[in-house]
Nanobody
Framework: QVQLVESGGGLVQAGGSLRLSCAASGGTFSTYAMGWFRQPPGKEREFVAAIRLSGNTYYADSVKGRFTISRDNAENTVYLQMNSLKPEDTAVYYC??????????????????WGQGTQVTVSS
């Protein structure tokens, strides 16, 4: 069983930056595609970014050019660097692992394991 633990969330002013981390244990991290999703208050969970084993990355249009996903297989960790944060980025952020690494990584159903989430609040 894979466990995913997010960290790095918090309160930041608009225009600021945060780096989220997601540490994986209990599985073979280097064989998983990884994704970040978020759930704003009162809304559905939505795709933010994903990274394949190949290193190919994908982003939601709303975060392109501001957020960067990366992974460190030696540390079993995936990161989400968030710059130029906006109040509309306020959400609980979740990381997720996909054992198969094929298909559309923007879809929640692709993922097999989820973290518990970390709150990001951006003040205006």
């Amino acid at each position: 069983q894979v466990q995913l633990v997010e960290s790095g969330g918090g309160l930041v002013q608009a225009g600021g930056s945060l780096r989220l981390s997601c540490a994986a244990s209990g599985g073979t991290f280097s064989t998983y595609a990884m994704g970040w999703f978020r759930q704003p208050p009162g809304k559905e969970r939505e795709f933010v970014a994903a990274i394949r084993l190949s290193g190919n990355t994908y982003y939601a249009d709303s975060v392109k050019g501001r957020f960067t996903i990366s992974r460190d297989n030696a540390e079993n960790t995936v990161y989400l660097q968030m710059n130029s944060l906006k109040p509309e980025d306020t959400a609980v952020y979740y990381c997720a692992a996909d054992q198969e690494d094929y298909g559309g990584l923007e879809y929640i159903i692709e993922y097999d394991y989820w973290g518990q989430g970390t709150q990001v609040t951006v003040s205006s």
